[in-house]
T-cell receptor, first 113, second 113 residues
Framework: QKEVEQDPGPLSVPEGAIVSLNCTYSNSAFQYFMWYRQYSRKGPELLMYTYSSGNKEDGRFTAQVDKSSKYISLFIRDSQPSDSATYLCAMSVLTGGGNKLTFGTGTQLKVEL | DARVTQTPRDKVTEMGQEVTMRCQPILGHNTVFWYRQTMMQGLELLAY????????DSGMPKDRFSAEMPDATLATLKIQPSEPRDSAVYFC???????????FGPGTRLTVT
């Protein structure tokens, strides 16, 4: 079993819909929780991060962490065609060697006009 | 516009050949990561460096892969000999210190026939 599980999709929604993307994890030591967005044939780019449990909002994006359930979510409000991409969750624990990220496999999202 | 650069963008080679991928981290970043991305496994950390010193290469097949940082502006990942199962997209990312924010390059798409 992988440390981080993510539904690969693909997920197709109409423009303007609310999108919910989720990951579960098994390592209770994870402290930082991140969402990366990856467009086709590009490298991932950091979208949002949260430390420990709670919510964080940035414009149309909300990241949510529930450490008791080992479950994280990314919500996208008023989705746009430009949001079509693969979304990767990532998690890390700070060790003596620094922050090593463990990624989910990504959820492919398509927002249709 | 600071960004991570990688060369080549695409590489097709025959089994048994040597492959060298290069990465130029963002100027001033002292941590460099090498990842491999496949559909099945997602993003896997192969190795990372801080201040040019290798900190962890446990994700890398030691018999055929090697990673180096000849200087602060160049990181290399070498595969010798290459095998079809090495076909993947290889990403380099850079960051600062022990911070979790990583900035990814555009990747090298490797196909081994």
């Amino acid at each position: 079993q992988k440390e981080v599980e993510q539904d690969p999709g693909p997920l197709s929604v109409p423009e303007g819909a609310i999108v919910s993307l989720n990951c579960t994890y098994s390592n209770s030591a994870f402290q930082y929780f991140m969402w990366y967005r990856q467009y086709s044939r590009k490298g991932p780019e950091l979208l949002m991060y949260t430390y420990s449990s709670g919510n964080k909002e940035d414009g149309r994006f909300t990241a949510q962490v529930d450490k008791s359930s080992k479950y994280i979510s990314l919500f996208i409000r008023d989705s746009q065609p430009s949001d079509s991409a693969t979304y990767l969750c990532a998690m890390s624990v700070l060790t003596g060697g620094g922050n090593k990220l463990t990624f989910g496999t990504g959820t492919q999202l398509k927002v249709e006009l | 516009d600071a960004r991570v650069t990688q060369t080549p963008r695409d590489k097709v080679t025959e089994m048994g050949q040597e492959v060298t991928m290069r990465c130029q981290p963002i100027l001033g970043h002292n941590t460099v990561f090498w990842y491999r991305q496949t559909m099945m496994q997602g993003l896997e950390l192969l190795a990372y460096f801080r201040n040019r010193a290798p900190l962890d290469d446990s994700g890398m097949p030691k018999d055929r892969f090697s990673a180096e940082m000849p200087d602060a502006t160049l990181a290399t990942l070498k595969i010798q000999p290459s095998e079809p199962r090495d076909s993947a997209v290889y990403f380099c990312a850079s960051g600062l210190g022990t911070g979790f924010e990583q900035y990814f390059g555009p990747g090298t798409r490797l196909t081994v026939t």
